[in-house]
């Protein structure tokens, strides 16, 4: 018998070429009761590892490989729950110690820290087995006493693997020999890097993508053959020069591993409390006296609906919990940061009054079970102005301790673009054709996007190749690898105890920031809960927005008084006049808004939630549209369900309305029916979902509900699947979506800004909103070496650029501008150059947007200007500078191709007028042309492409939004036509399409039949 007590996930970074779930599969299916997981420096998998494992009726060993100094290996399997705490204090130590991907432990740390832990000698790469491996037999000795020492000959194991190397059988030889001379005892392992033998090809690419070589260069950083698969006891037992007792060990060995991944003991750090009260207490009094400011006497309702949630949070001993979070936003309120509370903890009374939800449950009707049930522990998730995200988190850190809070992580994964780039290049294909394929690719996930390459003429040529059948299967294997750890966008674990007991931590990738090596799957399966402090560039885009009306009107604007009612603000949502608003701005979202015409917030609140993936692919959305046109009536599966869906005109559209379905109709309770909910998320949903169709009809029988009836209802909610928003997290987003448009209806130049300030967010490239800006009457200012700012700013009711969009430019080099500007304004381009002492490049950039041109008006002058000075030294006297050579101007034409070719759009002009001559001879009508056509009609249209989509639910059809000068128009493509046209609808920037125009419900689209490169 053979239990791997050695083995390697992906998770072994650019290294292990297996997947958990595969790993735990074969060793099952080699009738091994247990399984060692020893990833180098990590327990990434840990979580993942023992609730797969524990599934599939398999041990999970903990462990891991750690790099001593010296590069020295060594192999730690973890015992008891302080073994646990060790390993995981050692790791964050390597990881600490070392830089980013690099660990380094010193042999005194390992011997700190050796209680509860097991050791091997490690593989060729081991202290002991190395030195061996050189001949250098008394060091090897010596070394490996070394080790006894610490662990003694109970816990400190000689390893030996046999990998078919001409000098294994030597090594495993005389490594046992030294092991009886010493008194300890060997072990067999096969330091597993994959499940099967034929993994070996993809653990190849792996090591030559972290080496940053090719294949064919690859000799000294692969491994030599292919003997490091997961390997059954009669494989190792046929390995002839491996003791068979080192071999039977492994199970002693195993048997001694009896940890169990388990924080139930894990708590949130003590609340401070005022003297004598219990956290309950003071989350009681907190809640009342909030309750009554907000509500003034408290109602029956209002004291049965506390209760009910204090009776949950009591359950769960959550009331520290909350205390934390209430904490956190006094912290934000008090310092002037917008930050509030999303998803489904927007559900709760207990959260609204405490200030962390801004949507008040009882109002909007929002059902609680889905944050608060029997089962499982809410996550309470916060979003936060970005610009100000880092001072929440840093009090959080200082509040705790740094020991006792810390970042949960992201493994940043292969998909389709990056498998296909990375995979290429190892095998040594052409870079240009690898860029057309990468940017080619419609598809994000690695695994689909070759048979997506398929359909593409320019790669047919390809297909029979052996070589492209490796890269295929390359490409399809590696999907979903993790690749690297970056930083999870606000997860944060507290803990009473130091994090890093828990889970290891180490460097984040630039910032010089910590994570912890679990994401948020894995803090999940861990059983831990998290804060999440979310940035929210809409949050920051509302606060500068509104810093800017006040420096103009002179008095700070209310968001939280702002009438939620006002019809000019709806009249504008549903024109779809909606670039920049917050959640509808999508085209999707603008096919949408003249049918629904929301009319209210809890409007807004269904039209955020209906056009997303789930509703979507429920089919719930056509219903719905057609019911609120009145053009279908209202209906329901069953009358009791109309309480529930009434609000959304009898279809699905909420999470929370799944769970009150299934209460209602299934007798469900609360807990059951957010399990169910559950069920429908992952990744077999369907299958998962199936389980509860029994529980759902036997349910429903007892409500006097017929079988066929409860099977119809049953699919509705299946149809649904988990992506849907729940409405409290829809209620929240409708509140910033008002305020967002209220800001663009009656601040347009502050919200532009603000918005052109916090990019990159939302839908659009700069290049839109600016344009956007234009059609709303804003009037866009240069960039002016005298008068912008870093950021953007409103010169009386106009929007000057910052010096944020002149390319190449960052933050340091504007601050020297401002700076030496403290002096004076700047009279020329070479008193320019010697106050602000700036590269070439940047100042060339400046003078190609027009920055100067308050001083001098012609660009090109300009820059021949500034060569002369260049070559003189800016000291130089006047002496090239004097001798005016004679330049044409620049013609607008040039002016605009500089400014996009370096800002990425132009303030003075839109890129199309350049072609409008061109277009209109070509018989080519502008977009308002095609707004004013009627349907039916054919007509062509150029412009610039500024989005293209190919939702997964649209059946291969395409979406392409088509920018002029004088708006956007709604391009469809039906899948012939892009398949015919995909390489130029993807990879040319300016585009002419024939197509005719359709019209409906006041949404126009143009169906394209031809598409040509402009
Ligand atoms: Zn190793
Ligand atoms: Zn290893």
């Known amino acids: 018998m053979y239990i791997e007590l050695h083995c390697h996930s992906h998770f072994s970074l650019l290294d292990g070429a297996s997947t958990v779930e595969q790993l735990v599969e074969a060793a099952h299916n080699a009738g091994m009761g247990g399984l060692a997981l020893t990833d180098h420096n990590g327990l990434y998998a840990a979580p993942q590892f023992f609730r797969t494992a524990k599934e599939a009726g398999l041990k999970p060993i903990v462990g891991a490989e750690l790099t001593l100094e010296g590069s020295f290996h060594v192999t730690l399997l973890v015992t008891n729950s302080t073994g646990y705490t060790n390993l995981s204090r050692l790791i964050t130590r390597a990881q600490l110690a070392g830089s980013k991907g690099d660990p380094k432990l010193t042999f005194s740390d390992l011997a700190e820290r050796n209680e509860g832990l097991i050791c091997l000698s490690g593989c060729s790469k081991g202290e002991t087995p190395s030195l061996m491996l050189q001949g250098r037999k008394d060091e090897a000795l010596k070394a490996a006493q070394k080790y006894r020492s610490v662990f003694g000959s109970d816990r400190f194991y000689i390893e030996l693997q046999h990998h078919l190397h001409p000098e294994d059988s030597r090594l495993c030889r005389q490594l046992a020999e030294m092991a009886r001379a010493l008194g300890v005892r060997t072990v067999a392992t096969n330091n597993v890097h994959y499940v099967a033998r034929e993994d070996h090809r993809l653990q190849d690419i792996l090591v030559c993508i972290r080496n940053r070589v090719t294949l064919d260069n690859s000799a000294g950083f692969r491994k030599p053959n292919s003997e490091y698969y997961l390997k059954s006891a009669d494989a190792m037992h046929a390995l002839a020069h491996l003791p068979q007792d080192a071999i039977s060990r492994t199970l002693a060995i195993a048997e001694q591993c009896d940890y169990d991944l388990d924080f139930s003991s894990y708590r949130f750090p003590d609340f401070p409390l005022p003297e004598g009260a219990t956290a309950e207490e003071y989350l009681r009094r907190l809640c009342l006296e909030k309750a009554r400011q907000r509500f003034g006497e408290l109602n029956n309702t209002l004291m049965e609906r506390l209760d009910y949630e204090f009776d949950l949070i009591r359950g769960k001993g959550l009331f520290g919990y909350f205390l934390i979070v209430w904490d956190i936003m006094e912290f934000a309120r008090k310092n002037g940061i917008l930050a509030q509370g999303r998803g489904s903890a927007a559900s709760s009374l207990v959260a609204y009054v405490l200030g962390i939800t801004p949507v008040d449950p009882i109002r909007h009707k929002l059902f609680v079970g889905r944050f608060l049930n029997e089962f499982g522990v809410p996550d309470i998730d916060i979003d936060i102005s970005t610009n100000r995200r880092e001072e929440v988190i840093q009090y959080v850190y200082e ?109 984040a990738r630039a910032e010089g920031r910590v994570v912890c090596q679990w994401d948020k799957d894995g803090v999940d399966d861990a059983g831990l809960i998290k804060v999440d402090l979310l940035g929210l560039r809409m949050l920051s885009l509302i606060s500068d927005a509104a810093e800017f009306i006040e420096e103009q009107q002179g008095t700070p604007l209310d968001l939280e008084t702002l009438p939620m009612d006002d019809p000019a603000v709806y009249e504008m949502v549903a024109k779809a006049d909606t670039i920049g608003v917050f959640q509808v701005e999508s085209r999707a979202q603008m096919q949408s808004l003249p049918r629904v015409k929301p009319r209210t917030l809890e409007d807004l609140g269904v039209e955020v939630a209906i056009i997303r993936p789930g509703p979507l692919q429920g089919n719930m959305v056509h219903p ?56 429908m998320g992952r990744k077999n949903g369907f299958v998962e979902l199936q389980k509860w169709r029994g529980r759902f009809t036997a349910g429903a029988q007892v409500k006097g509900i017929g079988e066929t009836t409860a099977n119809k209802i049953f699919d509705l909610i299946g149809g649904f699947a988990e992506f849907g928003f729940c409405k409290s997290h829809a209620m929240s987003f409708a509140l910033l979506c008002y305020r967002s448009a209220f800001l663009k209806h009656y601040y347009p130049e502050a919200f532009y800004c603000a918005l052109l300030n916090n990019q990159p967010m939302g839908f659009y490239q700069p290049e839109v909103i600016i344009n956007d800006a234009k059609r709303h009457n804003v009037t866009i200012l240069p960039v002016d070496i005298n008068k912008s700012l870093w950021q953007c700013g409103v010169e009386d009711k106009r929007i000057r650029l910052g010096f944020r969009y002149v390319k190449e430019m960052g933050e340091d080099r504007a601050g020297k501008i401002i700076a030496a500007r403290l002096r004076g304004a700047f009279a020329s381009l070479r008193e320019f150059c010697i106050r602000t002492r700036l590269d070439k490049e940047s ?172």
């Open 624 to 679: 719905y549209m057609k019911r609120r046109q009145g053009i279908e009536p209202v209906q329901y599966l069953h009358p009791l369900l109309e309480p529930v869906l009434e609000e959304s005109l009898g279809v699905i559209l909420f999470q929370e309305q799944i769970l009150q379905v299934a209460i209602l109709i299934a007798g469900f309770t609360a807990g059951e029916a957010n399990k169910l909910r559950k069920a």
């Open 843 to 1014: 100042i060339q950039n400046l003078v190609a947007v027009g920055a100067f041109d308050g001083i001098e008006r012609s660009r090109r002058h300009l820059l021949w200007e500034l060569g002369a000075l260049q070559i003189a030294g800016v000291h130089g006297i006047d002496l090239c500078v004097s001798e005016k050579v004679a330049l044409d101007d620049m013609t607008v034409k040039e002016e605009t191709m500089v400014d996009y070719s370096i800002q990425g759009f132009s303030a003075r002009r839109h890129l199309i007028d350049e072609y409008r001559e061109r277009l209109r001879s070509m018989g080519a009508v502008g977009s308002s042309q095609i707004e004013r056509s009627v349907s039916g009609k054919s007509v062509r249209i150029g412009g610039l492409t500024v989005c293209l989509q190919m939702p997964p639910t649209a059946k291969g059809f395409a979406f392409l939004t088509l920018e002029d000068e004088e708006g956007l128009t709604n391009v469809v493509l039906r899948s012939d036509v892009y398949s015919e046209y995909r390489q130029i609808v993807r990879l040319e920037p300016l585009i002419v399409v024939d197509g005719t125009v359709q019209k409906e419900d006041g949404v126009t689209n143009l169906i394209a039949k031809r598409i040509t490169s402009l």
């Open 399 to 507: 509040k705790y301790g740094r020991e006792h809070a810390a970042m949960v992580c992201t493994y940043v994964t292969f998909r389709a673009r990056n498998a296909v780039r990375e995979v290429g290049k190892v095998l040594g294909l052409p870079p240009p054709v690898l860029d057309r394929m990468a940017k080619s690719l419609s598809s994000y996930s690695a695994a689909h996007a070759i048979d997506d390459l398929k359909e593409i003429a320019e790669f047919r040529g390809y297909l029979g190749s052996d070589a492209w059948g490796h890269f295929v299967g390359m490409c399809r294997k590696i999907a979903d690898f993790p690749r690297h750890l970056s930083i999870h966008v606000g997860g944060m674990i507290i803990a009473s105890r130091p994090v890093s007991e828990i889970v290891p931590l180490e460097w």
